[in-house]
């Protein structure tokens, strides 16, 4: 008997932390069969929990998790895709099925975009808008369409990979302006390399942030957290180089050039030299 009671001792830590399958605990099967029977409600379709959310940005990652539900689940209209599902409190679930639904269409788009601006081997483009902390700015009507889609700003943060080496300042203002003529409503950054022998490698969620100087020479992007066509977007710019950064409008100033930028888009070996 003391055996029995030693045991349960033992057990009962666990339980109280993690909660009964049917519990109000975080992701627990009450929560998790509400938030597919929402999905089912608002699509018209029938959607399967596939896991728990766990991918980088998702909040839940090493163990780390807050909130009420934040799943991934499937159906079969869209093979081969995992649509997030997400609820701080059970009140409200967003989830980003009509991001996920156009993301391919729109990554194509972006590439062929960057593709007729850059020389060089062909871009490679990578999406990143996952993060459960940005679900609600990708919640979108069900039946909203591709373009409602660019222009909402759920596209998020774009990040486009390129070896070309040249005019890179005036080629960003090309493809931002592009971008805002076509409605594509993101945050994009274009990192610069010597080859593409190390951002080819990358898959399609990762960013190129974490490679180091050795092959890539820089970067642009929208300065602050604003999207291409948010009215809060100032028209300023950020390049960073390796350990210096400086803010250009997004209109040239007067009396600018493409040398006056040219520090910042150099691999390390090559600021080395010049010192």
Known sequence: MKKKWLIFGLMLP???????GNSDSYNSKKHISAAVEHMNEKYGMKFTFADSNTQVGSGNVFGQHGGYVNILVTCDEMPGKTIQVFSGSGEKF????????????ARQEIADLAQSIYGGDKPHVM????SSSRLTDRE??????YDDM????????????????????????TLVRKMMDMGINCQPTVYHFTDDSEYSALDKYTSALSIGYEKKCGQIRLKGGEPLLSEAFDGMLKI?????????????AAG????????????????????
């Open 240 to 252: 960073n180089g390796d350990n210096i950064s400086a803010d250009v409008p997004l209109a040239p």
């Open 140 to 145: 979108l009507p069900a039946d909203a369409a």
């Open 94 to 105: 967003y989830d980003d099925l009509i991001c996920v639904k156009y993301e391919d269409r």
């Open 150 to 173: 660019l222009r909402s700003g759920a596209l998020g943060w774009v990040e486009i990979c390129v070896d070309d080496r040249e005019d890179e300042l005036a080629k960003y203002r």
């Open 127 to 130: 999406i990143f808008s996952r």
């Open 14 to 20: 666990a339980m109280l932390l993690f909660g009964c």
């Open 256 to 275: 600018e050039t493409a040398d006056m930028y040219a520090e910042y888009f150099m691999t390390r070996e090559e600021t080395e030299n010049k010192q």
